[in-house]
């Protein structure tokens, strides 16, 4: 019952843009924090960027600010990741996660996830 489903991933150039959207259903969307992740092969996963659904207020990654911009459309519980300027080292699979209940939005502490779409940029 509980979905948080990603999609959008491609491959694309260096340099290129995607659009990454997460639908979520089953679990409580407003008020809360929204997260993107992502993870390459044989590496940790590592925090992209949040947003606060209520506030709006977000938080960015240094290897992705000003090239990476989060957003929610509340009214369809959806999540999204614009992506500028993409870049090799940007390749991995993206994840899209909300966090616990009763805590403060931050990067960690997320509970719920999906289950992942493929980003694959090419030099």
């Known amino acids: 019952q509980v979905r948080l489903a990603e999609s959008g991933g491609d491959s694309v150039q260096a340099g290129g843009s995607l659009k990454l959207s997460c639908v979520v259903s089953g679990i409580t969307f407003n008020n809360r924090c929204m997260a993107w992740f992502r993870q390459a092969p044989g590496k940790e996963r590592e925090w992209v960027a949040h947003?606060?659904?209520?506030?709006?207020?977000?938080n960015y990654a240094d290897s992705v600010k000003g090239r990476f911009s989060i957003s929610t459309d509340n009214a369809k519980k959806t999540l999204y990741l614009q992506m500028y300027a993409l870049k090799p080292e940007d390749t991995a699979v993206y994840y899209c996660a909300r966090n616990q209940n009763n805590l403060p939005c931050s990067n960690t502490d997320f509970a719920y996830w999906g289950q992942g779409t493929q980003v694959t940029v090419s030099s």
């Open positions: 947003i606060h659904t209520e506030l709006g207020s977000t």
